[in-house]
């Protein structure tokens, strides 16, 4: 029989995934014990466990339950106590734990075990009636939550009630007496009763085994789910479940509970960075509700040190430094560390990989290696290639600029994840979520965030919360995401039934503002602005250059970038950009002084009027490709023909159909004629690409000229222009044969005007299936295949990507029929499978074939991971996802075992 559950620290089968079978939580407890750090003991039920109990809806293996009694009665040995009963009381926490952290998506039940009978053993023991009776209101209010279904909004309210009864509306929960507390106890008890329409279960087993049940249906529940879309997490890896004895950091002054980081998840500087509460629970610290306590005296404000841990409990803080520095060694990597501190003496409850910046993580990378805690190669598999793109995100300028230009800040708060977001206010997630997909930038601002709000903080521009510290979820889930967020605004009040957000100024001025103000966040200082802030470019990062580098000598696959303007060909030079993968002509034409001939080119009367209006585009376009080779000098530059359809040029509006009218010398009536007969019902399957191409080859022949005299006068200049011309919307082999030789002969007839000859390999976009399928048709006339996986995506799942959104949040939310949208990670089943056929039986007719992929896969680490292992030969993104491409490029080389080894 399959082993279920495995106490902390116990060996596991040869061969096994530690990771994959006890969840992050779970191996990282297991390592802490095995190290000998004071770790409180437990027993981990695996993910295995929880897959069956989702195939078997709910119903558990045999034996399970056996083996999690044998388990808890091992913990009774070793901690020398009974669980839920006296003298001395153990009691559990229940806690989630995935293979890859899911900060708060997931559900905990904690003081698991305090039943009635419980609270006066606990509180003897403790010495603390006070203590003993807030254990059981938590434990009350987090049980019928979490495993009854009971709203936490009713115990909030009566919570709320008896402070207002007491006369201190505001006073802390831990300022409630003891007789509060009993009173808060029985109203507790009496809400779930009349809520879950069954009392509290007394019994310890029965909560027991409720509370795994909730664990294990957590992984299921929507916000889980949300999050493993937003990240791509498979839905069948399932939870462990780590049940653990507590520790209380709520006994008093000499106790507390908080987060700390081995170095500091938003800017990477090496020290011990973080936050607690005394006299705490852990739930208090992440949850956002009290603003909590720097750890060390120097992040304290001026005049508060004393309130940090290093002046409040030096010993434990001593402690936690030596134990962070060890468990950082240990994993060679940032730990994120949750710890408890019960009347002095320290113990560790969660060790993991701390989500970091995209600014931290290269720093620390980068240092990593300097320390010699890791090789250049192992630096770099640890950086989140997709985060990269955030270093390339606009920022305010400094407060001290501003305060020059009289702009001054409405409230300040603490810079929970870095960069800057101006937008409208709005007040709740769906808000956030329904105006963003409108196209307005949107800021959400609430008191603080819980994980039903994930789905508005992705689609906001920034985050802002008048509670909560540098570790709670906003903070966390922010940086995650890459999202601009202040957090903890003490000054700020957040009304959400008079709809307000009051903030009060140091000069002592209150301002109000709504919903629809618009607001400027600087998450770099915890600054907030009302009205719109000027943004300015992300600064540069040293040690960038240096991953970098590291990066390039590893990979294999070449980037390029899609560029379709000098300037954006610079830019991706900048940028590392190895060519131009995709240099778009349509979009050339678009400019509002350039469509006008584009116009009367594709409505002109006769073949003589087209000419004539070709005569005036093909200077244009030999002016920006020009400008193109120049900036892209000595690398290739791929460069497509015409690909839209004509009906994509026709004049939309009255005024612009005249003005063709005019120019051409004909009526309007005429025109609008003409218009109407080039209207497609299709036009993404119509008359575009080589179609159009073959149809009216005086436009490729336009612009192959436009290409070669561009390419020509470089050359006279002493430049290395490499043009690559590409034809678009091929299917057929007699399709590419026909355009290749207008194309070839069009070069000849530049090059003998001209006196100058070049080489100019001539290939093919793959967006159709069946050029897929028949790909060794094609390749005896294409020099390289480039994939055009956006429109190869359409074709292949019958999608059209600018409708998808009707449909495709649902497939990949509610109906749970998609894991990844196929427009943002290549579909590998469908797509990828046909890229595969393409390569090989286009290089068994073609064997010196070169390709590439150019679509918006380009850019997205997942389909890079797939390109290296397809063995293409690059692939083109645009410019700002440079960085991500050449870092994933190289993670999925060392993955692949094709990197070479760079040098530090």
């Known amino acids: 029989m399959i082993r279920l559950v495995y106490d902390f620290g116990d060996p596991l089968p040869q061969g096994t995934e530690e990771r994959a079978l006890l969840g992050g939580k779970g191996a990282g407890l297991a390592q802490m014990v095995r190290l000998g750090l004071p770790v409180p003991p437990g027993f981990t039920i695996t993910t295995e466990a929880c897959r069956h109990v989702r195939a078997a809806s709910g119903r558990w293996p045999d034996g399970l339950w056996d083996e999690v009694l044998a388990a808890l009665g091992r913990l009774e040995q070793r901690t020398g106590r009974r669980f839920g009963a006296g003298p001395s009381p153990l009691l559990l926490s229940v806690r989630s734990g995935a293979r890859a952290s899911m900060p708060g998506m997931m559900d905990t039940v904690l003081n698991l075990g305090l039943?009635?009978?419980?609270?006066?053993?606990?509180?003897?023991?403790?010495?603390n009636r006070r203590f003993a009776l807030d254990a059981r209101r938590r434990f009350i209010e987090m049980y019928a939550d979490v495993v009854m279904g009971v709203a936490r909004e009713h115990f909030e309210r009566a919570l709320a009630d008896r402070k207002a009864a007491l006369g201190r509306p505001s006073m802390a929960d831990a300022e409630l007496p003891a007789s509060a507390l009993e009173d808060l106890v029985r109203v507790y008890l009496d809400i779930v009763r009349a809520h879950a329409r069954r009392p509290l279960p007394e019994d310890?087993?029965?909560?027991l085994r409720g509370a795994i049940d909730a664990v294990f249906a957590s992984w299921d529940n929507p916000r889980a789910v949300r999050y493993r879309r937003m990240h791509g997490l498979p839905d069948d890896w399932g939870t462990a479940v780590n049940v653990q004895a507590m520790v209380f950091g709520n006994l008093g002054d000499d106790s507390g509970s908080g987060v700390a980081f081995t170095r500091n998840p938003s800017t990477g500087e090496p020290h011990l960075y973080g936050e607690y509460l005394p006299d705490a629970q852990g739930e208090d610290v992440v949850a956002g509700i009290r603003t909590p306590r720097p750890l060390a005296a120097a992040a304290?404000?001026?005049?508060?040190?004393?309130?940090?841990?290093?002046?409040?409990?030096?010993?434990?803080?001593?402690?936690?430094?030596?134990?962070?520095?060890?468990?950082?060694?240990?994993?060679?990597?940032?730990?994120?560390?949750?710890?408890?501190?019960?009347?002095?003496?320290?113990?560790?409850?969660?060790?993991?990989?701390?989500?970091?910046?995209a600014r931290a993580a290269v720093r620390i990378a980068v240092d990593l290696v300097r320390?010699?805690?890791?090789?250049?190669?192992?630096?770099?598999?640890?950086?989140?290639?997709?985060?990269?793109?955030?270093?390339?995100?606009?920022?305010?300028?400094?407060?001290?600029?501003?305060?020059t230009r009289g702009v001054r800040p409405i409230a300040i708060g603490l810079p929970a994840s870095p960069g800057a977001a101006v937008g409208r206010i709005v007040l709740d997630a769906d808000e956030a979520e329904r105006r963003a997909a409108e196209g307005i930038d949107v800021v959400l601002v609430r008191r603080e965030t819980s994980p039903e709000d994930i789905h508005g903080m992705k689609a906001a521009r920034g985050i802002l919360t008048a509670t909560g510290g540098m570790t709670s979820h906003a903070a966390v889930v922010a940086r995650g995401l890459g999202k601009c967020c202040v957090a903890g605004c003490a000054t700020l009040h957040v009304d959400y039934e008079a709809r307000t957000v009051t903030a009060r100024t140091d000069a002592g001025q209150t301002v109000v503002l709504r919903p629809g103000d618009v607001v400027s966040l600087d998450g770099t200082t915890g600054r907030v602005y009302a009205g719109e802030v000027p943004v300015e470019a992300a600064a540069s990062l040293p040690e960038l250059d240096e991953l970098m580098r590291w990066a390039d000598a590893s990979r294999r696959l070449k980037v390029y970038a899609n560029a379709d303007t000098p300037r954006q060909a610079r830019m991706a030079r900048s940028l590392g950009a190895e060519g131009i993968g995709l240099c778009r002509t349509e979009h050339m034409f678009f400019s509002e002084e350039r469509v006008l001939a584009v116009r009367c080119m594709v409505l002109a009367p006769t073949d003589a009027a087209r000419a004539h209006w070709l005569e005036r585009i093909e200077p244009v376009q030999r002016e920006d490709f020009a400008g193109i080779l120049e900036a892209m000098d000595g690398l290739p530059v791929v460069i497509?023909?015409?690909?839209?359809?004509?009906?994509?040029?026709?004049?939309?509006?009255?005024?612009?159909?005249?003005?063709?009218?005019?120019?051409l010398g004909s009526r309007a009536e005429g025109v609008r004629a003409t218009a109407r007969s080039l209207e497609e019902i299709n036009p993404m399957l119509g008359h575009r690409g080589v179609r159009l191409g073959l149809t009216h080859p005086e436009i490729y022949r336009m612009q192959v000229r436009a290409i070669a005299r561009a390419a020509a006068a470089l050359r006279r200049r002493g430049l290395d222009p490499r043009p690559h011309i590409m034809l678009p919307?091929?299917?057929?082999?007699?399709?590419?044969?026909?355009?290749?030789?207008?194309?070839?002969?069009?070069?000849?007839?530049?090059?003998?005007?001209?006196?100058?000859?070049?080489?100019?390999?001539?290939?093919?976009?793959?967006?159709?299936?069946?050029?897929?399928?028949?790909?060794?048709?094609?390749?005896?006339?294409?020099?390289?295949?480039?994939?055009?996986?956006?429109?190869?995506?359409?074709?292949?799942?019958?999608?059209?990507?600018?409708?998808?959104?009707?449909?495709?949040?649902?497939?990949?939310?509610?109906?749970?029929?998609?894991?990844?949208?196929?427009?943002?990670?290549?579909d590998e089943t469908g797509v990828g499978e046909l890229v595969r056929i393409a390569l090989d039986r286009g290089k068994s007719a073609r064997p010196s074939l070169v390709a590439g992929l150019c679509g918006e896969h380009?850019?997205?680490?997942?389909?890079?991971?797939?390109?290296?292992?397809?063995?293409?030969?690059y692939v083109s993104c645009s410019p700002p996802r440079l960085p991500v491409a050449r870092l994933a490029a190289a993670q999925a080389a060392l993955r692949a075992g094709a990197g070479t080894s760079p040098q530090a």
């Open 858 to 873: 380009g850019g997205e680490p997942g389909s890079i991971d797939f390109c290296e292992r397809a063995r293409l030969d």
């Open 371 to 403: 320390e010699g805690l890791r090789s250049p190669q192992q630096a770099i598999e640890i950086v989140d290639a997709a985060a990269l793109e955030q270093l390339l995100h606009a920022r305010l300028p400094d407060p001290d600029t501003l305060a």
């Open 640 to 663: 497509r023909l015409l690909d839209w359809p004509l009906h994509e040029f026709l004049p939309r509006e009255e005024r612009e159909l005249e003005a063709v009218a005019s120019a």
């Open 204 to 207: 310890p087993l029965e909560q």
């Open 729 to 826: 919307v091929v299917a057929l082999g007699t399709e590419l044969r026909a355009a290749r030789e207008i194309v070839v002969d069009q070069l000849e007839a530049v090059w003998r005007e001209e006196g100058i000859r070049l080489e100019v390999p001539i290939g093919t976009m793959i967006e159709l299936p069946r050029a897929c399928l028949a790909a060794a048709e094609l390749a005896p006339h294409a020099d390289f295949f480039s994939f055009g996986t956006n429109d190869l995506t359409q074709t292949t799942l019958g999608i059209s990507r600018d409708d998808a959104g009707r449909f495709l949040p649902a497939y990949l939310g509610a109906l749970r029929l998609l894991t990844v949208d196929p427009f943002v990670r290549l």
């Open 115 to 127: 039943s009635e009978p419980c609270v006066e053993h606990l509180a003897r023991e403790s010495s």
């Open 300 to 357: 304290a404000a001026p005049g508060r040190e004393h309130e940090s841990l290093e002046r409040a409990m030096p010993a434990a803080y001593a402690e936690l430094q030596r134990l962070a520095q060890a468990l950082e060694r240990h994993f060679r990597d940032v730990q994120d560390i949750e710890f408890t501190i019960e009347r002095g003496k320290l113990y560790l409850l969660q060790t993991r990989a701390a989500k970091r910046t």
